[in-house]
């Protein structure tokens, strides 16, 4: 079966042999789909036949969101924490442990909900793929459970049992990470594609992280990394040591740090809803992108710091507060979330490319941070398939 979309005002590629600039833009395009794949780009008006169509009205076009930092399989909420935030109190990360605590008492059945809520969320706002990390379990029953949940809604799952010290392991985190870097690993493996540290003041220091990351990679597991979020530290540069896919949050970075990023196929991963959230400073995107490092963005939708799974939120958050243009906060948001995932067949509009587009109702792609909080996503394909 195939789909013609026609009459699109603009269309993003990201690719810059299909059209203009960083995001490889052109006008008066049109895109045809056979299955779940693009296998036609070119001008409006030109394209072969096509079995089905979609009018895309003079909107504009663009890949689908990938949103490479999300923890969806989670229980309960902490909006009084959020509250508390706007009233002036800290963050310092120690919340986690109240959702450790509501995943644990919720059931299977439950979790699925949530997760799947939010899934479908997140696609009625444009993103589809999504990362999803376990990390609210942190008992090797509850880790592998969360895995598998997040298994049945993407192909892109992290390991994070190394998310914060449960309370029933205080004042022992080395056993912790013992066991997270051992048994649990072994149970949570066949469940994931990535295994994630939060390498931070708080939680686990550089060796604790290299332990569980090297790790990982032993049992064929892809490496990401919680890094610098809340004050300089090691975790940006154990990420480019150990060739990690991505660092992630990158708010307090040292020259040093940047340069190690610039020479390293290492993706910064910036999450913008995470600073909104927590009345924290946002990281400096134009100092990465000057020094050439590749930049990625996403929700990290949690229930405590950045209870959001809007990409376009995050795309005008980055436009507005971390000094990018409109161009490469959306590229970022496609393109830059495949590199974070070491994908090149999503976040691309290009003849092989998986068939996932989004249809604004908008004319340019501008638009996603001229019009702030404005639902400007009329149709989303994934995998061919209108959603």
Known sequence: MSLLV???????????????????TRRDAAVIIEDDTVVWVGSAGGSPAADTFIDAEGGAVLPGFVDSHAHLVFAGD?????AARMAGEPYTGGGIRTTVAATRAATDEQLRANARRLVDEALRQGTTTVEIKSGYGLTVADEVRSLRIAAELTDETTFLGAHTVPAEHARRTDDYVALVAGQMLAAAAPHAQWVDVFCERGAFDADQARTVLTAGRQAGLGLR???????PGPGVRLAVELGAASADHCTHLTDDDVTALAGSDTVATLLPGAEFSTRSPYPDARRLLDAGVTVALATDCNPGSSYTSSMPFCVALAVREMRMTPAEAVWAATAGGARALRRDDIGVVRVGARADLVVLDAPSHLHLAYRPGVPLVRHVLRLGEPQ
């Open 6 to 24: 026609d009459n699109i005002g603009e269309l993003v590629t990201n690719d810059p042999t299909h059209g203009r600039g960083l995001l490889g």
């Open 78 to 82: 902490r909006a009084a924490e959020f």
């Open 225 to 231: 990394v919680h890094a610098n979020q809340l004050g």
